[in-house]
C-alpha cells in the first residue's frame, strides 16, 4: 500500500478522529452553559473536523505541527491526551500544560504539537523557524502550521511564506478558510476568494480542496507532504471549509444568514464520511453507534477526570512560564 492510498483501517481511524473531535466540543460547548464550568474564551471549530483528521492523519511522528487559536481538533487528531487537554481546557493542574495554558495556548510537545498562538498569523513565522531547525539539522521532518483565512492577510503569513521560499524549507501552510474572521465575512478582510494563488507569488505550489472531505484532506496532504518533504521547499493547502458556530461561545452568529449556514449544515464532513462508509460498507450502522457511544464515553471521563482535579497551586505560578525562573 502507497501512503496515499487510503485502506479500510485508515477509514475508520478518521472517522473515529472526527467523532472524538466533535463530542469533545460539543461537551465544551454544553459545559459553557453552565456557569463556571469552562473558564476563558472557548472557540470551537464545528463544522472544520475533516480538515484536522485529514492533513493530522497525513503526518508522521517526526513532523512537527503549530496551531492557532482554533486548536483542539489539531490537538486530538495529533494524539493528544483526551484527559489531559480537557483537564487544560479547565484550567487544572493535571492539564497538558500545568492548567495555566488554558484553551488558548495550549502546547502538547509531546506530541509534536510545539505550540498554539492565539495572535493571529503569528504562528507562521515561529513555524518557519522549527522548519528551518529541521533543515539545519537535516532532520526528515516537515512542518505544519494551521492558521485561517483572516490570518492570510497578516503581514507576518507573507514574510513566513517569502522567507520558506528563500530557504526551501520544509514547511506545509495550512489555510483553514471557514468564511469568517470574528464577524468579518471573507470577502470583508480577504481580496481574492482563493488564497491558494498567493502560492504562486512564492514560487511554492499550493492548491485548494473540499475542506468538508476528509479523505480529499488527506490525499493533498500526503502529496504535499512529499513535496516538503524531498527538499523542493515549502507547500500551501487551502481547505475550503465553514465555521458552524460564532466565532467563540459568547458569540450568537447574529450576523450570519441562517440559509447559507444551513447550506454548509448539509454539507456537515461527519455526516457525508458516515454516509460514504455507510455506503461502501466499511462501517455498518452498529459499528457508528459504537464508535460514537466510545467518544462520548472518553470525553465524560475527560470532564469527570478535570473535575476530579486541583487548580494548580500558587506555588507553582512562575514555574515553566521564565527560562530562569526570578528567585521568590
Ligand atoms: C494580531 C491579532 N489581531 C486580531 C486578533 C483578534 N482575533 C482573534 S481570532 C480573529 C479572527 C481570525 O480569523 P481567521 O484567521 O480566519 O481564523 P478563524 O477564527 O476563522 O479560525 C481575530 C481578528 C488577534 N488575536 N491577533
Ligand atoms: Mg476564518
Partial sequence: MTEDQISPELQTHLYIRMVRIRKFEEKIAELCQESDRMPGMQILANGQEAVAAGVVSALKPEDVIVSNHRSHGHLLARGA??????????????????????????????????????????????????????????????????????????????????????????????????????????????????????????????????????????????ELLAHCRSGKGPAFMEAETYRMRGHGEHDRQHYVDPAELAMW??????????????????????????????????????VAFADASPYPGAETFLTDVFVNPPAV
Avoid at 492570510?152 to 511564506?161: D, F, I, L, T, Y
Avoid at 478558510?177 to 505550489?205: S, V
Avoid at 460514504?276 to 464515553?297: F, P, S, T
Fill in 81 to 222: 491526551d483526551t484527559n489531559a487537554l480537557m483537564a487544560e481546557i479547565m484550567a487544572r493542574a493535571t492539564g497538558v500544560n500545568g492548567g495555566k495554558a488554558g484553551t488558548l495556548h495550549l502546547s502538547v510537545p509531546e506530541v509534536n504539537a510545539l505550540m498554539t498562538s492565539t495572535v493571529v498569523g503569528a504562528g507562521s513565522p515561529i513555524a518557519a523557524g522549527v522548519a528551518f531547525a529541521q533543515q539545519y539539522r537535516r532532520d526528515s521532518g516537515v512542518t505544519v502550521v494551521m492558521f485561517g483565512d483572516g490570518a492570510a492577510a497578516e503581514g507576518s503569513v507573507h514574510e513566513a511564506m517569502n522567507l520558506a521560499g528563500v530557504w526551501k524549507l520544509p514547511l506545509l501552510f495550512v489555510c483553514e478558510n471557514n468564511c469568517w474572521a470574528g464577524a468579518q465575512r471573507h470577502e470583508a478582510h480577504c481580496a481574492t476568494r482563493h488564497i491558494f494563488k498567493r502560492a504562486g507569488g512564492y514560487d511554492m505550489p499550493g492548491q485548494s480542496v473540499d475542506g468538508n472531505d476528509v479523505e480529499a484532506v488527506y490525499r493533498l496532504t500526503v
Fill in 265 to 302: 449544515a448539509a454539507k456537515c464532513p461527519l455526516c457525508r464520511y458516515r454516509q460514504r462508509l455507510l455506503d461502501e460498507g466499511i462501517l455498518d450502522e452498529a459499528r457508528i453507534l459504537a464508535i460514537e457511544r466510545n467518544a462520548g464515553q472518553q470525553v465524560a471521563a475527560a
